[in-house]
C-alpha cells in the first residue's frame, strides 16, 4: 500500500478542497456503516461494467465501497483514492488488499494509460472543476480501459436544479453543484471517451439519514427542512416526496442518479 498523508498535488480552490477533506474525515463512520453506499444494484452495475479490468483505480472512493467490490469481484490490483486521507485509510483497513493514496480527482499522481478501469461515485458533485476530472480520467485509462460513473442528477430544468442544489449546499458546505444527466453527456461529447450506457435512475433518501451523515446543525437543519416543505410542486413530483404517516413531515424522497459506462 502506498499512503501520503498530505493530499498530493491540488492546484486549484485549495482552500475548499482543504474544508471538504476536513469535513469528510469527521465523517468517516457515517460513510463507512451507511447501507445506502455500502450496497445497491447500482454498486454491482459499476462493478459489472469494470468485471474485466486487472488495475482499477477508484476516485473519490470515501469508504472504499466501490474499491473493495472491484477488489471482491477479482480485480487484481485496486488503487483507493480519496483527498480526504482519514476515508483512505477507513477504505485500506475495512477491504484488504487495497492500495490507499490521498489524492485529488482534478490532478491525478498518475502516468498516462495506467489503469484499464476508473470508477466514481456519488463524488463529483464536490468537484469545482468537473472537466479537469474528465481530462484526468481520459489520460490515466488505457486505450478501451473502462469509465463507470455514477453520481446524482437534477432534473433539466434550471429553476429545480438550482433549487435541489441550494438544499444540497446547505446540507454540506462542500457541495460545489450537481448536475443534470445532460450536462455531463455534453462534457463528456467534449472528450475522446466514448459513452455507451446511460441509465438515469433514482434512489430513495432517508432525510433524516441523509442530514445524520453530515452531522448538519440544527439551525441548518431547520432551514433545509423548511426549503422542502416549500419545494415547488414539480420537484416533489419528480422527485415522489414520501411524507411520515401522521403528519405532513417530509421522511424520504427519491433523489435523481445517472450512472454512465463510459470507454477511452
Ligand atoms: C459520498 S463520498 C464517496 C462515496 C464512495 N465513492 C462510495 O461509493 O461509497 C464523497 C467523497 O468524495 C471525496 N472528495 C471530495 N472532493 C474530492 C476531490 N476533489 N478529489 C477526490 N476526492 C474528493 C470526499 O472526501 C468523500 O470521501
Given at each position: 500500500m502506498y499512503f501520503s498523508l498530505q493530499v498530493v498535488g491540488v492546484t486549484n480552490n485549495t482552500g475548499r478542497k482543504r474544508d471538504v477533506a476536513a469535513s469528510f474525515s469527521d465523517a468517516t463512520d457515517g460513510y463507512l456503516e451507511g447501507n445506502v453506499l455500502k450496497q445497491g444494484a447500482d454498486l454491482e452495475q459499476l462493478v459489472n461494467w469494470c468485471s474485466d479490468a486487472t488495475c482499477a483505480l477508484d476516485v473519490a472512493t470515501g469508504a472504499g465501497h466501490v474499491a473493495g467490490s472491484l477488489a471482491d469481484a477479482g480485480v487484481s490490483r485496486v488503487v483507493a483514492s480519496d483527498l480526504s486521507p482519514a476515508m483512505v485509510r477507513t477504505a485500506t483497513d475495512e477491504y484488504r488488499g487495497l492500495e490507499g493514496v490521498a489524492v485529488d480527482a482534478e490532478r491525478l499522481p498518475f502516468s498516462a494509460d495506467q489503469f484499464d478501469a476508473v470508477t466514481c461515485r456519488f463524488?463529483?458533485?464536490?468537484?469545482?472543476d468537473p472537466e479537469a476530472f474528465l481530462a484526468e480520467v481520459e489520460r490515466v485509462l488505457e486505450p478501451g480501459g473502462m469509465f463507470a460513473f455514477e453520481d446524482l442528477c437534477v432534473p433539466a430544468d434550471p429553476e429545480l436544479a438550482a433549487y435541489v442544489n441550494r438544499i444540497e449546499r446547505l446540507r454540506d458546505?462542500?457541495?460545489v453543484e450537481t448536475y443534470s444527466r445532460g450536462q455531463w453527456l455534453d462534457w463528456l461529447d467534449a472528450t475522446g471517451l466514448t459513452v455507451e450506457t446511460v441509465h438515469e435512475t433514482s434512489r430513495e433518501l432517508e432525510v433524516d439519514a441523509w442530514l445524520n451523515r453530515m452531522a448538519v446543525p440544527e439551525e441548518d437543519r431547520q432551514r433545509i427542512r423548511s426549503l422542502l416543505s416549500d419545494a415547488p410542486a414539480d420537484l416533489e413530483t419528480a422527485f415522489e416526496f414520501q411524507y411520515e404517516a401522521d403528519g405532513d413531515r417530509l421522511a424520504s424522497y427519491q433523489t435523481g442518479v445517472v450512472l454512465l459506462h463510459v470507454t477511452a
Open positions: 463524488a463529483a458533485h464536490h468537484f469545482p458546505s462542500g457541495h
